[in-house]
């Protein structure tokens, strides 16, 4: 049953890319801020990589997360699905965070907004119609996360499910109390 749970969230991962209306699309990341609080933000899955269990994510450069993310590579992930009720949390670590032109050249012209605006992500500004964008100067990185343990939880009856996995195990996993 642990290897059933296991190859659930994988290919749920995995049905992201194909579905833009599945529950896992998008996710909550949590970072490390200098001051060791934790910082959370809604982020969205861009691709899954089931061989090595690692997520990407696109961002701009100049976010915070980007900057805490360079102070402590660990984070975690927080995917929900509330029809299944359905929890899964994944502490990663940064394996790359790569400027990808190619892939900032060929996305829809409204969405290089989200990388491309003139002020940095976070600075205060008197209204949103006074932001300005520079296209041909994007802020665009890609983030890949590699996966070291996931812990699933699936609220149900007449038992809650609960189970951990993780690296060093080879994502064996073990069944925990919900």
């Not at 969230?9 to 194909?18: G, I, T």
């Not at 699309?25 to 690692?54: C, E, M, Q, W, Y």
């Amino acid at each position: 049953m642990l290897e059933a749970l296991f190859q659930e969230c994988n290919n749920k991962w995995a049905q992201v890319k194909n579905s833009k209306k599945h529950a896992f699309r998008f996710f909550t990341l949590a970072t490390i801020a200098s001051d060791g609080s934790p910082h959370l933000r809604t982020v969205v899955l861009r691709d899954f990589n089931p061989k090595d269990i690692s997520f990407t994510m696109y961002t701009d450069s100049r976010s915070q997360k980007l900057q805490e993310l360079h102070q402590d590579k660990r984070a975690q992930l927080l995917f929900y699905d509330p029809k299944q009720m359905l929890q899964i949390i994944v502490s990663v670590v940064l394996l790359e965070n790569v400027n990808e032109d190619k892939i900032y050249n060929e996305i829809p012209e409204q969405s290089k907004k989200d990388y491309s605006s003139m002020i940095t992500p976070g600075s205060e500004i008197k209204s949103p119609d006074k932001l300005r964008f520079n296209f041909s100067k994007g802020y665009f990185s890609k983030l890949i996360f590699k996966a070291e343990t996931i812990e699933y939880l699936r609220l149900k009856r007449p038992n809650h499910l609960r189970a951990f996995f993780k690296i060093e195990d080879n994502w064996k996993g073990t069944f925990l109390v919900p």
